[in-house]
């Protein structure tokens, strides 16, 4: 069983930062990328930052220059660092990630419960 911890949402003014984390845990033989999916009430849920185990990187352009995603791959961990927030910012943000839980299982993907980002003043 693969189990997915989001934590750092919260409430921030315009402009402000925060900063979120995943942790993955359980029977995890290998993670290929991890990142963050977002979803505002009423939208679809679309991309913001994906992560490889090598550490190549991948950027909705809404937050290019704003954003910033990194991992610990000993810790199955990764960051994303959220600065200078817009209103059009809050959503429930979701941890994703597409992993083998044996050496011969396939790739499958794997979801967060998620936690929400309200930028407001």
């Known amino acids: 069983q693969v189990q997915f911890v989001e934590s750092g949402g919260g409430l921030v003014q315009p402009g402000g930062s925060l900063r979120l984390s995943c942790a993955a845990s359980?029977?995890?033989?290998?993670?290929?990328?991890m990142g963050w999916y977002r979803q505002a009430p009423g939208k679809q849920r679309d991309l913001v930052a994906t992560?490889?185990?090598?550490?190549?990187?991948n950027f909705a352009d809404s937050v290019k220059g704003r954003f910033t995603i990194s991992g610990d791959n000993a810790k199955n961990t990764i960051y994303l660092q959220m600065n200078s927030l817009k209103p059009e910012d809050t959503a429930v943000y979701y941890c994703?990630?597409?992993?083998?839980?044996?050496?011969?299982?396939?790739?499958?993907?794997?979801w967060g419960q998620g936690t929400q980002v309200t930028v407001s003043s």
């Open positions: 994703y990630g597409n992993l083998k839980t044996a050496p011969l299982s396939k790739t499958k993907d794997y």
């Open positions: 359980g029977s995890i033989f290998n993670i290929y990328v």
């Open positions: 992560i490889t185990r090598g550490g190549r990187t």
